[in-house]
């Protein structure tokens, strides 16, 4: 199955949001692999943003992204990139479609929740860039078949 990397974000963190964005994740039905909270800081973004280093609002992104400690994720599940990709909603909040995390629970276009991996390449850069291997659990929930049919699994 395909992994992808979660950060909820300080804007979420901040207001206590932690466990919603959390039930939500795991009332889709998506396996939580790895799970941690770290102090990011701007040495990491500058990796983890690179395509966004020069823009000008990346000084306010850094400090965003450092105002408190982040929760990181690992996700696992079929299609699981795209799937959570989705769940997230677009970038700026006020654009993002209801249902989605941002759409709910944002009207930023910066502080905006979560971070979500945006393809199984980069996914698997971004889950390297924030665990090693031993803090990632390979476990298979015993209701797995309520959540996919058998030729699924
Ligand atoms: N961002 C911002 N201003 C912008 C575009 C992006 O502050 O005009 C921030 C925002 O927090 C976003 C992050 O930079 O989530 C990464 O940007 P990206 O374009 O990769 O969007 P995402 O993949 O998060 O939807
Ligand atoms: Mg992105």
Do not use: W
């Not at 990397?5 to 959390?22: D, H, M, N």
């Not at 039905?29 to 040495?43: A, F, P, T």
């Not at 299609?79 to 006020?94: A, E, H, Q």
């Amino acid at each position: 199955m395909e992994q992808t990397l979660v950060i909820i974000k300080p804007s979420a963190v901040e207001r206590r949001l932690i466990g919603k964005v959390v039930g939500r994740i795991e009332d889709k039905g998506m396996i939580i692999s790895g799970m941690k909270m770290i102090q990011l800081d701007e040495r990491i973004l500058r990796e983890h943003y690179a395509h966004l280093v020069d823009r000008p609002f990346f000084p306010d992104l850094v400090k965003s992204m450092t105002a408190t400690p982040v929760i990181v994720m690992v996700l696992t599940g079929i299609d699981v990139v795209n799937v959570f990709r989705t769940m997230t909603g677009s970038t700026n909040g006020r654009k993002a479609a209801p249902g989605t995390l941002r759409g709910d629970f944002c009207m930023s276009g910066q502080a905006n929740i979560v971070h979500a991996s945006d393809s199984p390449e980069n996914a698997k850069i971004e889950i390297a860039r924030f665990f090693s291997p031993n803090e990632i659990f390979n476990y298979a929930p015993v209701d797995m078949s309520f959540f996919y049919a058998d030729d699924e699994l």
